[in-house]
């Protein structure tokens, strides 16, 4: 499995959601993130558990 290493620019496209966002749930420690040195970089495979932590099912109908 091939770990790709995306910037908050990159994650935020990956994501669909501005980089702003990014940012707030980085600060929040909502999202898993990698520091290396000064930068800030999320692992594509962490991204995907992330959305995946996001799911909302559906109630049946009562």
Known sequence: MTHRLLDIDGAAEYLNVSPRFI?????????TYLKIGKFVRF?????????QQQRVDARPPA
């Open 23 to 31: 940012r707030r749930i980085t600060a929040q420690r909502r999202i």
């Open 43 to 51: 692992d594509q495979v962490d991204l995907d558990d992330w959305i």
